[in-house]
T-cell receptor, first 111, second 120 residues
Framework: QSALSQPASVSGSPGQSITISCTGS?????????VSWYQQHPGKVPKLMIR???SRPSGVSNRFSGSKSGNTASLTISGLQPEDEADYFC???????????FGTGTKVTVL | QVRLQQSGPGLVKPWQTLSLTCAIS??????????WNWIRQSSSRGLEWLGV?????????DYATSLESRITISPDTSKNKMSLHLNSVTPEDTAVYYC??????????WGQGTLAIVSS
């Protein structure tokens, strides 16, 4: 099972919006609405930001939103803030040899 | 509030068994509305799902196919915890290991992480 594909890095200025893509296949992203997104600051534990493609857990800022089209899911951060600088990972349920697969990770830099 | 507290050695010799424990508070390992997973993270392999244990009228386990000959995840209902055992480890198993609660197909609570180094 290959990892989901994400861009290595995305950057933006404070206040701007950025979008991170997460590309898989019909066996994972395209086949299930079980895509989630995680934020990880250096040396910290991953934090759930989006579940079920577009649902925000309680306490997560509404500046974070998720969507999906075909085999590609996306995370959009609007009104970018310095504290958003972190690594972001997507994850999807999969019907292949592992129950869940993760993305390769994207480093978000706030310029 | 759910809290997952990991424990276990950080250094394991090659070909020995890596054993980690995840103590659960604020929820039950026997709940029928969540599942209890192990995930690892390394710079070479990124985040990798290892396996899960969960209770749905009886206990179930599911493991990553690449590891199923070497991995065991087991619940301990008397102590409300779960354990990971990974045998015959090699340096490629060096990683930060996390336990995580899976609820509605997402990992909403994570342990603090344990850096396990495989070295002689």
């Amino acid at each position: 099972q290959s990892a989901l594909s994400q861009p290595a890095s995305v950057s933006g200025s404070p206040g701007q919006s950025i979008t991170i893509s997460c590309t898989g296949s019909s066996s994972d992203v395209g086949g299930y609405n079980y895509v989630s997104w995680y934020q990880q600051h250096p040396g910290k534990v991953p934090k759930l930001m989006i579940r079920d493609v577009s649902s925000r857990p309680s306490g997560v800022s509404n500046r974070f939103s998720g969507s999906k089209s075909g085999n590609t899911a996306s995370l959009t951060i609007s009104g970018l803030q310095p504290e958003d600088e972190a690594d972001y990972f997507c994850s999807s349920y999969t019907s292949s040899s592992t129950r869940y697969v993760f993305g390769t990770g994207t480093k978000v830099t706030v310029l | 509030q759910v809290r997952l507290q990991q424990s276990g050695p950080g250094l394991v010799k090659p070909w020995q068994t890596l054993s980690l424990t995840c103590a659960i508070s604020g929820d039950s390992v026997s709940t029928d509305s969540a599942a209890w997973n192990w995930i690892r993270q390394s710079s070479s392999r990124g985040l990798e799902w290892l396996g899960v244990t969960y209770y749905r009228s009886k206990w179930f386990n599911d493991y990553a196919t690449s590891l199923e000959s070497r991995i065991t995840i087991s619940p301990d209902t008397s102590k409300n915890k779960m354990s990971l055992h990974l045998n015959s480890v090699t340096p490629e198993d060096t990683a930060v290991y996390y336990c995580a609660r899976e609820s509605r197909s997402a990992f909403d609570y994570w342990g603090q992480g344990t850096l396990a180094i495989v070295s002689s």
